[in-house]
Each structure stands twice: as C-alpha cells, then as structure tokens.
C-alpha cells in the first residue's frame, strides 16, 4: 500500500481526486482506467482525469448473501468468471441450490448492464495495457477479485487494483490470491496484479461507506453521463 492516509472522503470525486495524485506516481504502460459500477466510475473518473488515460467501465456483479446483501459470498464478472468466498459460504450455510440460484440472477442483470453502459460496443482493448481497476473501496474484495480473474484472461500487461479505502485483511487476501476462484477453464491465468493501492486502511473498519460525507447511490444516468464525458466525439470510449 502506497502514500498518504486522509482520515475522511468528501465524497467519490474528492476521493478519486486523491487516488488519482497517488497512482500518476506509478509507471504504467499504455494505462486504461476500468471502474467497477456503480460507486466506482465516479471515483475511475477523477483517476482517469488525473493519469490522462481512457476510462471504460468492468462489469461485475456481487453475490449477496440472502437478507443480507451488502454482505458478499462472491461475485461473477465478464467473461463468465465466478469467485465464491468459501468461508462466508460456510458461515451463512448456503446451499450449492441457493448459491446457483442467486448466481443465475445476477448473470441476467450483469447482462442488462451491459445493455445498458456498453451500448453495442465491445469492451476497451485490455492486451499489453496496464489496468487501473477502480472502485470507490473494498470490504470483503469479493467484486474486485472476480473483476480481476477476468481481466487476466485478456492478457493485461499488469492489473493494479486501487481504491480510496479498505481493511488490511481484504488487501492481504488479494495479495496473497487467497478467496477461491471457479470458472469453466481448467487452466487458471497467472496472477497479473503488481500491487495493490489503497489511501487509506482504517481499523476497526466499519465499512467503505462510514468513511464517506457523501455515500449515495449513484444511478444508472450518472454512470452514462461520466462515461460519455470520457468519450472521442466519435462515440467510442478513450
């Protein structure tokens, strides 16, 4: 973990203002921002400003434990990857039925989503680039882990997750490659991520919102808008 620990966020922009400062530290080849929707893109944007890079949106779902869906037992991202958190599995005993049940849920959404922000086009070329994947902070890690599962198979030069706030435990896990990963390839893509960057790792935690002025939800419009301010005038993303 890198650089300086302010105490509070004004809100994401502020946030990724700060991130941004951190990460143009950071050499980076033929760098493209990738935020994880929704809280994330406000927070890639300023990053993206910051790096004079393209911005482009990674598409991942979080798999919420039942009644409880700010708790994740893993997450599904592009390309048809799954990350399960075996050890929240086992707290909340949720069965291979229900876990399938809510995966296939969340696989229809993830879809729409990608009506709705990519709009006909094809995902930013990832090969040979170094990725910047953003999120507005981590708790359990679940949706940046899948997010960079299916990074590796495109063939980044190096991913390096980065993010405003999250608890030690989460930044070692993702280190250390620890959650469990399954997909439907027998060979597993070698662990691309460099490093991984937070401003700041607060313990006792709380959660990524506590550490927030301003954590309201950011809408679907929001989340075009941004994308759209990032774009050439031919349509097509940075």
Do not use: C
């Not at 094809?122 to 299916?150: E, H, V, W």
Request: glycine share 8%; hydrophobic share 45%.
């Amino acid at each position: 973990m890198l650089g300086a620990r302010p105490q509070r966020f004004r809100n994401r922009r502020h946030a990724g203002a700060l991130l941004g400062a951190m990460l143009q530290e950071l050499e980076a080849v033929n760098p493209l921002v990738l935020g994880l929707l929704r809280g994330g893109i406000p927070v890639a944007s300023e990053v993206a400003r910051a790096l004079d890079a393209p911005l482009d949106v990674w598409l991942v779902r979080k798999l919420g434990v039942p009644g409880q869906t700010e708790l994740a037992f893993g997450a599904i991202a592009e390309g048809g990857v799954q990350v399960i958190n075996q050890k929240v599995v086992k707290q909340q005993r949720l069965s291979k039925d229900r876990i399938q049940q809510i995966s296939r849920q969340q696989h229809q959404e993830l879809s729409r989503r990608a009506q709705i922000f990519r709009r006909g086009r094809p995902p930013a070329p990832i090969k040979d680039r170094t990725i910047f994947l953003i999120d507005d902070g981590l708790a359990t890690g679940a949706s940046m882990r899948a997010a960079i599962r299916a990074l590796t198979y495109r063939e980044p030069r190096e991913i390096v997750p980065a993010v405003p706030v999250a608890p030690s435990r989460t930044i070692a896990e993702l280190r250390s490659n620890s959650v469990s990963v399954s997909d439907d390839s027998e060979d597993a893509p070698a662990n691309l991520v460099s490093q991984v960057v937070a401003l700041f790792s607060p313990s006792p935690f709380w959660g990524v919102g506590a550490w927030y002025d301003d954590f309201r939800q950011i809408s679907d419009s929001e989340v075009v808008s941004l994308l759209a301010a990032h774009a050439h005038s031919d349509g097509t993303v940075q």
